[in-house]
């Protein structure tokens, strides 16, 4: 049998937990303001998300859920070269289905060597990986089922805003 007290401390202790699930985002105004909302930070404030116990999540750039799921899983990485129309085909077509993806480009032969490591095998471009699964040369339907089984919508759910990342080159540069 329960006291009344035990009743009282129970029941102030979930309303304690459940208040803080209605403010699922927080940001600063530049005057130093705080706000907790339950709609995103207008533009040019600095905040962003809420997780369940209330720590700021990371700036996923307004990815959706579902496809932040798929590129956590499944992880996409162009390889490119220069002037390779091929390449610039491949960019829209992951532009187009929506997919957020790193483009690593290949220019120099420590590019070269590390394309390898990476476990490809010739150097033929444009190539991919979705995960552990690698594609050399653009071909709309393999990608398609690539990233099919990997989860990716088939249609655009980005936000339009969304761009990706520049390429950078696939061997780091050394420090100088």
Known sequence: MRTPDRTLALALALCALAAPAAAQYKWVAPNGAITYSDQPPPPGMTGGALGPAGVALPDEGGIPVALRDASSKYPVVLYTAADCTP??????????????????????????????????????????????????????????????????????????????????????????
Not at 100 to 113: C, G, L, N, Q, R
Not at 117 to 145: C, D, M
Not at 146 to 159: E, I, M, N, Q
């Open 87 to 176: 390449c610039q085909e491949a960019r829209t077509h992951l532009s187009k289905r929506g997919v957020p993806y790193a483009e690593k480009s290949i220019s120099t032969s420590k590019d070269v060597e590390a394309f390898k490591r990476v476990g490809f095998t010739e150097n033929s471009f444009p190539a991919i990986t979705v995960g552990r699964e690698k594609l050399i040369g653009f071909e709309a339907e393999g990608w398609n089922r690539l990233l099919d089984a990997a989860g990716y919508p088939k249609t655009s759910v980005l936000p339009a805003s969304w761009r990706p990342p520049a390429a950078q080159p696939l061997a780091a540069p050394k420090p100088a």
